[in-house]
Nanobody, 120 residues
Framework: QVQLVESGGGLVQSGGSLRLSCAASGSISGIYKMGWYRQAPGKQRELVAFSTRGGRTNYADAVKGRFTISRDNAKNTVYLQMNSLIPEDTAVYYC??????????????WGQGTQVTVSS
């Protein structure tokens, strides 16, 4: 099992910044991708960004140029620096880790979620 612990959410004014962190622990061998999804009230969960162990990153169009994902492999931690926040970024942000498990295949693990609220 993989445990993911998130931190860094909160309330911020439009134009402000927040930094989310997600630390992985447990059976972390085989994790090849970590990232963030978000879910706003009444909407489906959507991908925000991910980072692979090899350094490849990907961002949703809505956050490109404003959010930056980074990863510290030694600490098994992924970060999401969110700048120029807008009210539409308000959501619960979930950290996830993708792990390749022998025989089973890809398995995704999820954090408990952290609330980000951007006021106008």
């Amino acid at each position: 099992q993989v445990q993911l612990v998130e931190s860094g959410g909160g309330l911020v004014q439009s134009g402000g910044s927040l930094r989310l962190s997600c630390a992985a622990s447990g059976s972390i061998s085989g994790i090849y991708k970590m990232g963030w999804y978000r879910q706003a009230p009444g909407k489906q969960r959507e991908l925000v960004a991910f980072s692979t162990r090899g350094g490849r990153t990907n961002y949703a169009d809505a956050v490109k140029g404003r959010f930056t994902i980074s990863r510290d492999n030694a600490k098994n931690t992924v970060y999401l620096q969110m700048n120029s926040l807008i009210p539409e970024d308000t959501a619960v942000y979930y950290c996830y880790a993708a792990k390749l498990v022998p025989i089973v295949g890809d398995v995704n693990y999820w954090g408990q979620g952290t609330q980000v609220t951007v006021s106008s």
